[in-house]
């Protein structure tokens, strides 16, 4: 669009059950090109449903979604989904798993071998690529599901709680590892996360949602230079003033 934006949720709703459960209500939010837009909130304030929403992959009941201007009504092409839970084939390798997008996309096979050389590569797996995903650690399987998100060279890049079942450790060499990578590709990205650590240490913008009904409460603009050394970001006193003000948002909505 003209002014920059990427993706616009138009005052958007999403209910169940023949409208007795509200995953979300009148949402409105806009995300710009090259944005990384972090998006917190407690369980069940409808976060993984509107990503679902914006990858075309459910439909709101009333308001919309648009890329690029264009109503979204289905999947569309140039945008990409990392989910909390890998995804990855059992019966594959390391290569054909990172390949699989582009096979069926039918990216002729001399391209579709090198694309997914180069972000094996990029995400750190070289050496693994004959390997599945029994022999590979849970940090492993998630860098083998970047991968495969990006070699279909997406516009966007929606990631639902993509580090959310790793250890710490690993969680915090993901974070690094997604900070370099925005750096190298310049994605526009959507990141759902329960963590305000990891929405202050990544996000370009941070969308605080509550629930009953699910909505945003507000959208905090992150001011910290990129590129982002992560132990940096969480040494400003500023960290420390946002993280407290999210916790304070959230707060009313935990159920204790």
């Given at each position: 669009?003209?002014?920059?934006?990427k993706?616009?949720?138009?005052h958007?709703?999403?209910?169940?059950?023949?409208?007795?459960?509200v995953?979300?209500r009148?949402?409105?939010?806009?995300?710009?090109?090259?944005?990384?837009?972090c998006i917190?909130?407690?369980?069940?304030?409808?976060?993984?449903?509107?990503?679902?929403?914006?990858?075309g992959?459910?439909?709101?009941?009333?308001?919309?979604?648009?890329?690029?201007?264009h109503?979204?009504?289905?999947?569309?092409?140039?945008?990409a989904?990392?989910?909390?839970?890998?995804?990855?084939?059992?019966?594959?390798?390391?290569?054909?798993?990172?390949g699989?997008?582009?096979?069926?996309?039918?990216?002729?096979?001399?391209?579709?071998a090198?694309r997914?050389?180069?972000?094996?590569?990029?995400?750190?797996l070289?050496?693994?690529e004959?390997q599945?995903?029994?022999?590979?650690?849970?940090?492993?399987?998630?860098?083998?599901?970047?991968?495969?998100?990006?070699?279909?060279?997406?516009e966007?890049?929606?990631?639902?709680?993509?580090?959310?079942?790793v250890?710490?450790?690993?969680?915090e060499v993901?974070?690094?590892?997604l900070l370099?990578?925005?750096?190298?590709?310049?994605k526009?990205?959507?990141?759902?996360?329960?963590?305000?650590?990891?929405?202050l240490?990544?996000g370009?913008?941070?969308?605080?949602m509550?629930?009953?009904?699910?909505r945003v409460?507000?959208?905090?603009?992150?001011?910290?230079?990129?590129?982002?050394?992560?132990?940096?970001v969480?040494?400003?006193?500023r960290?420390?003033?946002?993280?407290?003000?999210?916790?304070?948002?959230?707060r009313?909505?935990?159920?204790?």
């Amino acid at each position: 669009m003209a002014d920059g934006t990427k993706i616009v949720v138009d005052h958007a709703s999403k209910l169940f059950l023949e409208g007795t459960v509200v995953a979300f209500r009148n949402v409105e939010l806009n995300v710009r090109s090259n944005e990384v837009l972090c998006i917190v909130g407690p369980s069940g304030c409808g976060k993984t449903t509107l990503l679902r929403c914006i990858g075309g992959l459910l439909a709101p009941s009333s308001g919309q979604v648009l890329i690029d201007g264009h109503i979204v009504h289905s999947p569309r092409p140039g945008v990409a989904i990392v989910f909390q839970h890998f995804g990855l084939l059992p019966w594959k390798t390391v290569v054909d798993n990172v390949g699989f997008g582009l096979k069926v996309a039918g990216v002729p096979r001399q391209q579709l071998a090198e694309r997914v050389e180069h972000y094996i590569r990029l995400v750190g797996l070289a050496g693994f690529e004959n390997q599945y995903p029994y022999q590979l650690s849970g940090g492993m399987q998630q860098r083998v599901g970047l991968a495969r998100a990006l070699a279909t060279h997406p516009e966007i890049l929606l990631m639902d709680e993509p580090f959310a079942s790793v250890d710490a450790q690993t969680r915090e060499v993901l974070q690094e590892e997604l900070l370099r990578l925005h750096e190298r590709e310049r994605k526009t990205m959507v990141f759902i996360t329960h963590s305000i650590d990891e929405a202050l240490v990544l996000g370009d913008r941070v969308a605080v949602m509550a629930t009953r009904p699910g909505r945003v409460k507000e959208v905090l603009t992150v001011n910290f230079a990129r590129p982002r050394d992560p132990a940096a970001v969480r040494a400003e006193p500023r960290y420390t003033e946002m993280r407290n003000h999210i916790w304070e948002e959230l707060r009313p909505s935990v159920v204790v």
